[in-house]
T-cell receptor
C-alpha cells in the first residue's frame, strides 16, 4: 500500500521569501507523484506531477518539486512567494498506472504574511 | 479550459435521507472518481468508475453508496441513508487515459452537511 506524509500542517512565510513544503511517501512499487493546491473555497488544482525522467519538475505559478528516490521525498519549493499563494497544498501519490486512485497527504496550509 | 463541474455546491440534509451529488466530468474523459474530505482530515478515495462499472472502491464505499452515469455527461454519487459522519466535502474527478495523460482533474466539490 502507498502512503504520504506531509510533516508540516502549517507553514507561515513572509511575502517574497522562499518556501519549501515537505512530502515523504512510502510505496513498495513505482509511483507517480503529485502536488495539488486548494485555494480558499475552491477545488483541487494540479500544480505539478512527476512520472519519470528528470527529478526536478516544474509546475504552474513558479513552483517546482524534486523527486528523491533514496529519501522517498518529493518536496515542493518556490523561490519567492506571493500573497496569492496562500492555500492548502496536498502531496499525493498513485501507483504508476494512469487511471489509479490518488492517495493524498494530510495537507500543508501555506500562509503568506505581508 | 474544460473543467469538472459539481452541483450543488452545498447540500444540507437530515440523517436518514437520501442524497444525490452530481458531477459533469470533462467531456472526453474516460475515468471518473469520487473522493471525500471530512473537515480537517485528508482527501480520501471513495470509488473509480470506467466503462459503466466500478473499477475500484475503498472500504468507505459501503452498500449505502452507489454511483451511476445516467447519460453521456453526468456522473452521480448517491448516499442512500445519510449518517452524521457522511458530512464532508465530496470531490468528483476525471481523467483521460486514452491519451496517456496522467493526473486527475477535480471539481470544486459539494459540501454535504447531515443534521
Amino acid at each position: 500500500a502507498q502512503s504520504v506524509t506531509q510533516l508540516d500542517s502549517q507553514v507561515p512565510v513572509f511575502e517574497e521569501a522562499p518556501v519549501e513544503l515537505r512530502c515523504n511517501y512510502s510505496s513498495s512499487v513505482s509511483v507517480y507523484l503529485f502536488w495539488y493546491v486548494q485555494y480558499p473555497n475552491q477545488g483541487l488544482q494540479l500544480l505539478l506531477k512527476y512520472l519519470s525522467g528528470s527529478t526536478l519538475v516544474k509546475g504552474i505559478n513558479g513552483f517546482e518539486a524534486e523527486f528523491n528516490k533514496s529519501q522517498t521525498s518529493f518536496h515542493l519549493r518556490k523561490p519567492s512567494v506571493h500573497i496569492s499563494d496562500t492555500a492548502e497544498y496536498f502531496c499525493a501519490v498513485s501507483v504508476d498506472s494512469s487511471a489509479s486512485k490518488i492517495i493524498f497527504g494530510s495537507g500543508t496550509r501555506l500562509s503568506i504574511r505581508p | 479550459e474544460p473543467e469538472v463541474t459539481q452541483t450543488p455546491s452545498h447540500q444540507v440534509t437530515q440523517m436518514g435521507q437520501e442524497v444525490i451529488l452530481r458531477c459533469v466530468p470533462i467531456s472526453n474523459h474516460l475515468y471518473f472518481y469520487w473522493y471525500r474530505q471530512i473537515l480537517g482530515q485528508k482527501v480520501e478515495f471513495l470509488v473509480s468508475f470506467y466503462n459503466n462499472e466500478i473499477s475500484e472502491k475503498s472500504e468507505i464505499f459501503d452498500d449505502q453508496f452507489s454511483v451511476e452515469r445516467p447519460d453521456g455527461s453526468n456522473f452521480t454519487l448517491k448516499i442512500r441513508s445519510t449518517k452524521l459522519e457522511d458530512s464532508a466535502m465530496y470531490f468528483c474527478a476525471s481523467t483521460d487515459t486514452g491519451t496517456g495523460e496522467v493526473g486527475q482533474y477535480f471539481g470544486p466539490g459539494t459540501r454535504l452537511t447531515v443534521t
